[in-house]
């Protein structure tokens, strides 16, 4: 079953020839499979334990997502389909980024205003000898 965000025919082509073959150990399992339910995860951003069962147990795709990023295939992959695209500045990412309000810096205003405030907040002090209160103070 193909959902409308899984590869289509035209993408695994270009995809397929870029992955590692005639690695030892256990035969993989099907890698268009695998590499759907990593880009189902990576566009719905769910926990990996939310994968739905058409792609496979999640625990293969977090380990094919993870095992291939510390061996740099994504980076190959990606390096590669951006110089066969003449548009790959365009697509690589468009997601946008929202700051918090207060992100965009210190409150308005000058900086002498300021820094001036910081001084004289650095001057008060609540102790008598410092204040001038104990030369007007009854006990003397």
């Given at each position: 079953m193909s959902t409308r965000f899984d590869l289509s025919d035209k993408e695994w082509a270009?995809?397929?020839?870029?992955?590692?073959?005639?690695?030892?150990?256990?035969?993989?399992t099907d890698d268009r499979r695998v590499l759907n339910g990593i880009f189902y995860i990576l566009r719905a951003g769910c926990p990996w334990r939310d994968l739905p069962e058409r792609y496979g147990p999640y625990t293969t795709c977090y380990n094919r997502y993870n095992r291939w990023g510390q061996r740099g295939i994504w980076k190959k992959i990606f390096d590669t389909l951006a110089q066969k695209s003449k548009?790959?500045?365009?697509?690589?990412?468009?997601?946008?980024v929202r700051a918090h309000r207060a992100a965009s810096g210190a409150k308005g205003g000058s900086w002498r205003k300021?820094?001036?405030?910081?001084?004289?907040?650095?001057?008060?002090?609540?102790?008598?000898?410092?204040?001038?209160?104990?030369?007007?103070?009854?006990l003397r």
């Open positions: 270009l995809i397929e020839p870029l992955l590692p073959q005639g690695l030892r150990g256990a035969r993989r548009d790959s500045l365009h697509m690589i990412d468009s997601t946008i300021v820094l001036a405030a910081h001084a004289a907040a650095a001057r008060r002090s609540s102790m008598p000898w410092s204040t001038g209160w104990d030369d007007r103070s009854p």
